[in-house]
């Protein structure tokens, strides 16, 4: 297991806690924590976009099986060096447009915590798509040099 498999199960672990907390306190005490919500709202967004990075990394995502798997194995290997290339100048675009968008918002808080916007949402967005882009260039690398990429998965971030 990786550092994002373990965060992962932190993330849904504190969103079990926080939603069952809301639920004691609205249903035992009769009284609302104005928290929770938000706290579980934010780490919802953690858990969506850190999962997407795994996704990359685990080949998971939705793909046109279908078609692919009709190609010859060379063809097929070219179009998903080409898909690759394409997902990682995305997740580069996201990344940068993430990071703009993370700088214009430093001054917003969370109405109920009032913690910094940009930093419990909003950078979830740019720090994510790194993250994909780092297992994107090793899927790439795997596909490429298929026998080199063995000893980067002892050096996962």
Same mark, same amino acid.
């Given at each position: 297991m990786s550092l994002?498999?373990?965060?992962?199960?932190?993330l849904f672990g504190v969103t079990l806690l926080v939603i069952t907390a809301q639920i004691v306190w609205r249903y035992v005490f009769n009284d609302s924590l104005t928290w929770t919500e938000e706290l579980a709202r934010y780490l919802f967004v953690w858990i969506t976009f850190v999962g997407a990075a795994l996704a990359i990394r685990d080949g998971t995502h939705i793909r046109m099986a279908l078609v692919i798997d009709r190609?010859? +194995?060379q063809l097929?290997?070219?179009?998903?060096?080409?898909?690759l290339v394409l997902v990682a100048l995305f997740l580069c675009l996201v990344a940068g447009l993430g990071f703009q968008w993370v700088w214009?918002? #430093?001054?917003?808080? #969370? &109405?109920?915590l009032?913690? &910094?916007?940009?930093?419990?949402?909003?950078?979830?967005? &740019?720090? +994510?798509?790194?993250?994909g882009i780092f297992y994107t260039c090793r899927r790439f690398a795997h596909r490429v040099h298929p026998g080199d990429v063995d000893r980067w998965r002892r050096e996962e971030p």
């Open positions: 994002g498999d373990y965060l992962i199960g932190v190609l010859s +194995a097929r290997r070219w179009l998903e060096v080409a898909q214009l918002n #430093t001054d917003a808080v #969370t &109405p109920a009032g913690l &910094p916007l940009a930093f419990v949402s909003y950078a979830a967005l &740019p720090l +994510a798509s790194l993250w």
